[in-house]
């Protein structure tokens, strides 16, 4: 390797920006800034960086266009982009057309930053020496096993399909003004580039569906998936389902096992609930990583892998960095990209079409035919909180297809308790904000609507059951403004 320390050209209209990333890396390279693209093209003229960053902000253009002239100006130029997803409107064509080592999705982590350049500026070198000694004699050295140190030119930009592969999320249900769309343009722009991906959000997301997306829609399609829950089980168990083991390394080993890192090789890992392993199982991690490459139990020989890692938590990881539970070293080399995924609540826009499409995978499962919901039925769906997102949707609809076989459309007197009282029953509101009469009055509006969706609105039954006329139950509707066209009207204005 060179003793000078590499050139690295960062271009950003941002002053802080700029001061920042020149402060970071002071230490490990030659930083020239830029304000743009032409106030870059002196340093274009007169240098030979190794490695060219740029924001897609550019005052003159798109920072996939400067990447891509500088591609013709500076073909030995490592380029890598710096691109808020929401709103690069590069798309994965001008990503392909800049020839990117690597891009960073805003906001990135310095340690993350630095370790990108370390990387970059090596295997520049690397790449260097290989074309002067292929240009010279043949070198008479012997081989020599590649130095584990340099980044692999196949990880650090993985060769794209043959054509052009289009990005497609049809797996993930949403509406059009979801807001899972800022996530999905992210996932498109990031499942071409082999970085490693981390998914945070609450139990039943979809993490395990979005970590699928991304690998159907990466270079590595074609090759295995496979997924691991690494809060189910203790270390050993573990290390032996991730990196397998051989006969006889512990007691029940009765036969040589594969273990998933292994069975996925030029695939992708999906590692869900990785918060909750050990700090012990963390280290084992993390050196697999680095290294690329495995030991099973009770073996002596190490093995090469090539695997994309996807991994998916509950927890928040960036107060377990902070308490000392979770190794940064491990956070930095999983957190590539880091995408969180919204609860059902906050997007209750998205519940018919998931719906739609559970019922109708459910009616296939039992062998049942399609129906949909009742305009009550789902207005009831949507106000629920979903504390256990689409898995608790999934098991309140499987339930209700069930129950309502013979009828026509699935009502709101099908849904469970939880729904029909959740649902009609506004919450009542913090001490201090409502009168005790007025939260009164909306807890018995409640149970009078939730009381007439489980009758079908039968008001004979329901006054029956509530113990009152129907005078008096009618009487009660138009005091609280209740029928059954609007099931929403759970308390009074």
Not at 224 to 230: G, M
Request: charged share 25%.
């Amino acid at each position: 390797m060179p003793d000078t320390k590499p050139m690295v050209l960062f271009v950003d209209p941002d002053t802080g920006t700029r001061t920042v990333v020149a402060n970071l890396l002071a230490s490990q390279a030659e930083v020239r800034l830029a304000d743009g693209a032409i106030a870059a093209e002196p340093v274009l003229e007169t240098s030979e960086p190794a490695l060219i960053l740029a924001s897609q902000s550019l005052p003159e253009r798109t920072g996939v266009g400067f990447l891509t002239r500088c591609r013709e100006r500076r073909p030995d130029a490592l380029r890598i982009l710096i691109a808020d997803a929401a709103h690069a409107d590069g798309g994965l064509d001008g990503i392909e057309r800049a020839d990117l080592y690597q891009l960073l999705i805003n906001p990135w982590h310095p340690i993350a930053l630095q370790q990108t350049v370390r990387n970059a500026c090596e295997l520049h070198a690397l790449r260097s020496l290989r074309s002067t000694r292929g240009a010279g004699t043949p070198s008479s050295d012997p081989p020599r096993e590649r130095d584990e140190s340099l980044p692999d030119a196949s990880l650090a930009r993985p060769a794209m399909a043959k054509g052009k592969r289009a990005c497609r999320m049809d797996a993930v249900v949403r509406a059009p003004a979801s807001p899972l769309e800022a996530i999905c343009d992210q996932l498109a722009l990031v499942a071409p580039f082999d970085i490693p991906v981390l998914l945070t959000g609450e139990s039943g997301t979809g993490k395990e569906l979005f970590a699928r997306a991304l690998h159907h829609n990466s270079p590595r399609a074609e090759r295995p998936f496979v997924a691991e829950n690494c809060g189910a089980l203790p270390d050993q168990l573990l290390e032996s389902e991730l990196f397998g083991h051989r006969k006889g390394a512990f007691t029940g080993a009765i036969a040589d096992h594969v273990g998933l890192f292994e069975q996925a090789d030029g695939g992708t890992v999906f590692l869900d609930e990785i918060g909750d392993v050990s700090p012990a199982f963390q280290v084992k991690l993390l050196r697999v990583l680095q290294e690329r490459e495995i030991r099973p139990i009770g073996s002596d020989r190490r093995q090469r892998v090539d695997v994309r890692v996807v991994a998916a938590t509950n927890r928040d990881l960036e107060q377990a960095l902070r308490d000392g539970s979770f190794r940064p070293d491990l956070y930095y080399r999983l957190a590539g990209v880091s995408l969180h995924l919204p609860p059902l609540r906050e997007r209750p826009g998205d519940i018919p079409a998931i719906c739609e499409r559970i019922l109708d995978q459910a009616a296939r499962a039992f062998g049942l035919e399609p129906k949909r919901l009742t305009d009550e039925a789902l207005v009831l769906l949507q106000r629920h909180q979903w504390s256990g997102n689409i898995r608790e949707l999934q098991n309140e609809l499987q339930r209700i297809l069930l129950l309502g076989a013979g009828e026509d459309r699935l009502g709101a007197h099908l849904l469970s308790a939880k729904l029909l009282h959740g649902g009609a029953v506004a919450e009542p509101s913090l001490p201090g904000s409502k009168t005790l009469k007025e939260r009164v009055e909306a807890l018995e509006a409640g149970i009078l609507c939730e009381t007439l969706t489980r009758c079908q609105w039968n008001k004979s039954r329901a006054a029956t059951e509530l113990g009152l006329s129907r005078v008096g139950l009618r009487r009660k509707l138009e005091r609280y403004g209740l029928s059954q066209a609007s099931p929403d009207r759970g308390s009074p204005d």
